[in-house]
């Protein structure tokens, strides 16, 4: 059984994490999409809310998908669900750099497990959660951006910080 991991912080998440979970799901018989709990310091939303997103958007997408929340070193969480290969999106030149350092120290850390990079599409290609947010919040359009429930739940949110 080949199990592939999709890790990030989905802060929120977009229509480009949703094509790239799509596409990833047609590579690996099983895919977890992983919610850090540590990369960033100040969500927007919570675990909680984060996972409940992934859950409302995308579970109806692929059965084999499971969805958790993490923390730590990700090359433990592989080693321990006995993850295959790590799956990352890149978008332009400016991820490059650091996926590529991220990519080489989990190799060092751990070599049976492989790194596969999956282009954006290009309609997604400019799209990120931290651009979503500062867009929403000074009240752009970014409805076609990201799904529906996440947009609702964005403009709930925005609404009670102002
Ligand atoms: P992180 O905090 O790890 O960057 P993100 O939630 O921002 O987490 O992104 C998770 C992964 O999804 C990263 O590999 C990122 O490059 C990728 N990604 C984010 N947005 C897009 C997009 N619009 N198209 C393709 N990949 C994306």
Sequence with gaps: MRIGIYPGSFDPLTNGHI???ERAGQLCDKLIIAVARNTSKHPLFSM???LEMLETCC???NSQLEIVAFEGLLVD???GRNVSF???GLRALVDFDYEYAIALMNRKLAPEVETV???ARSEYSFVSS???KEVAYFG??????IPQYVHNKLQERLSRKT
């Design 48 to 50: 909680e809310e984060r």
């Design 117 to 119: 990079f999956l282009m």
């Design 59 to 61: 579970s109806g997408h």
């Design 86 to 88: 790590i799956i990352r």
């Design 140 to 145: 752009g359009d970014i409805s076609s951006l």
């Design 19 to 21: 094509d790239i979970i």
């Design 130 to 132: 931290n651009i979503v």
């Design 77 to 79: 969480f592989c080693r």
